[in-house]
Each structure stands twice: as structure tokens, then as C-alpha cells.
């Protein structure tokens, strides 16, 4: 029995902004409110096939995706199903002091079996992981 797991590390740009007057203002990235998990593409976990796809979009005021696109893929079906779940996300509007700002995000997408011993034969099932802290990552 193999369960299926896709990871997702969610990436932010963070930083500030600098004022007129030179103080800087926070800068507030986007959280999430609805990440839809990618669905494993058939082909791929039919033949064992494990691997990552790194998206990178911008998260708009309204928390929309918007020019999402594949920067990396290890296989072209892990970005194609990458793509289809992160159009779909939706965040809360990034900031910079108390203004709404577009922000741009690079996340990437783990695709992965695992062996789970000792199980009885279930249907294949996915999980998320999105790991709380990482290190930004600009585009």
C-alpha cells in the first residue's frame, strides 16, 4: 500500500517598503485561505514516479492568483497538476503598511510515495504538509 503525499512549502517575499519621510513600513505577505492539494497525476504514480514542481505566481489585492506559471518541473505532468490546484488558492491581500499590494510568490510542489507497512489494501490517499516557517524566497 503506498500513500500518496504532496508537500506543500509555501514560500513568502517578505520585506519592507521605505516611506517618504525613510521609516519603513511592515510588510505583510499573504496567508493562506483555500490551497486545494494538486492531485497526483495517474501516469505518474502508476509507475512510482516521485518529483517537485516550482510555481510562481502574484497574489493580487483582491488574494487571487494571477500569472501563475511553471518554473521547474521534474516531469511535465507534476506542472501541469502544480498549475491546475494554484490557480484555483486564495489569500488574504498582502500589505505594506495599511496598503493592499500584489505580491509575487514562488512555492514549491513535492510529489511523493510513501510505503506504509502493515496496512490492509486501502485506495491510495494524499495528504498536505506546508511546513509553518521557511526562508523566503525571492523570484
Known amino acids: 500500500m503506498k500513500i500518496v503525499q504532496v508537500s506543500l512549502i509555501c514560500v513568502l517575499v517578505l520585506g519592507g517598503c521605505a516611506t517618504p519621510a525613510g521609516r ?6 499573504p496567508k493562506p485561505l483555500f490551497t486545494p492539494v494538486p492531485e497526483y497525476p495517474v501516469e505518474l504514480r502508476a509507475s512510482g514516479k516521485q518529483g517537485k514542481a516550482l510555481v ?4 493580487t489585492t483582491e488574494g ?3 500569472e501563475a506559471k511553471v518554473i521547474e518541473a ?7 497538476a502544480a498549475l491546475q490546484a494554484v490557480r ?3 489569500f488574504t491581500p498582502p500589505r505594506i503598511g495599511d496598503r493592499k499590494v500584489n505580491d509575487r510568490l514562488q512555492i514549491p510542489i513535492y510529489f511523493a510515495l510513501e510505503d506504509k507497512p502493515n496496512q490492509p489494501s486501502e485506495p491510495t490517499t494524499m495528504s498536505v504538509t506546508t511546513p509553518a516557517a521557511q526562508e523566503p524566497r525571492r523570484p
Open 74 to 80: 521534474d516531469h511535465p505532468l507534476f506542472g501541469v
Open 88 to 90: 484555483r488558492w486564495k
Open 56 to 59: 510562481e505566481f502574484i497574489v
Open 64 to 66: 487571487n492568483v494571477v
Open 24 to 29: 519603513a513600513e511592515a510588510h505583510v505577505g
